[in-house]
């Protein structure tokens, strides 16, 4: 009996493992945060000297740095509040001796891991988009062939969303109601 409880807090306790991957997003955050400050001045410097095209294409790449690290932030705060976040305390929980520290989101309130996919796959079909939409404005210089596999690309990301929300929806909600 004792050993099974011991079992059950080491495999319980596993989940810690996941906060070096948690702060290794992190640390990707603040690249990408690095990234988004050079390239915004760099737009900057350069938006007198550059074609309308220039700039567009300037500013996809300041979207597609904000939406990644949305996808980020959302996969950090979503997984640690899911996976290691306390679980001895329900949300609710007015009596607890120690109240969360962590900032009331919204959406954290009524995450799922089957939301927390939706979330992902939905930023992951924006990001694909801006890249579509890129290799749009350069079609001139983009061979057919890679304007084919970037639609295919895209369109397997359409479907897998789809379907990741059509089963986030209806077969989950859908046992939640039979229980």
Not at 70 to 98: C, N, Q, R, T, W
Not at 130 to 154: G, M, R, W
Request: net charge neutral; glycine share 6%; proline share 3%.
């Amino acid at each position: 009996m004792k050993s099974s409880r011991i079992l059950e807090q080491i495999v319980f306790g596993g989940r810690f493992l996941l906060l070096p991957m948690y702060l290794g997003l992190s640390v990707a955050l603040l690249v990408y945060s690095v990234r988004f400050i050079v390239q915004t001045v760099d737009l900057a410097w350069n938006s007198v000297s550059s074609s309308n095209t220039e700039v567009l294409i300037a500013v996809l790449h300041l979207l597609d740095i904000v939406m990644v690290s949305h996808l980020i932030v959302m996969i950090m705060i979503g997984g640690y509040v899911l996976f290691i976040g306390d679980f001895s305390k329900s949300a609710g929980d007015v009596d607890s001796p120690e109240p969360s520290r962590l900032p009331r989101l919204a959406w954290l309130g009524h995450i799922d891991p089957g939301a927390l996919k939706v979330k992902m796959s939905m930023s992951m079909l924006g990001v694909s988009s801006i890249h579509l939409l890129e290799a749009f404005v350069k079609a001139d210089s983009a061979s057919f062939d890679y304007l084919t596999k970037l639609i295919a690309v895209h369109l397997v990301i359409v479907v897998s969303t789809v379907a990741v929300a059509w089963v986030n929806r209806y077969a989950f909600q859908q046992g939640a109601k039979g229980h």
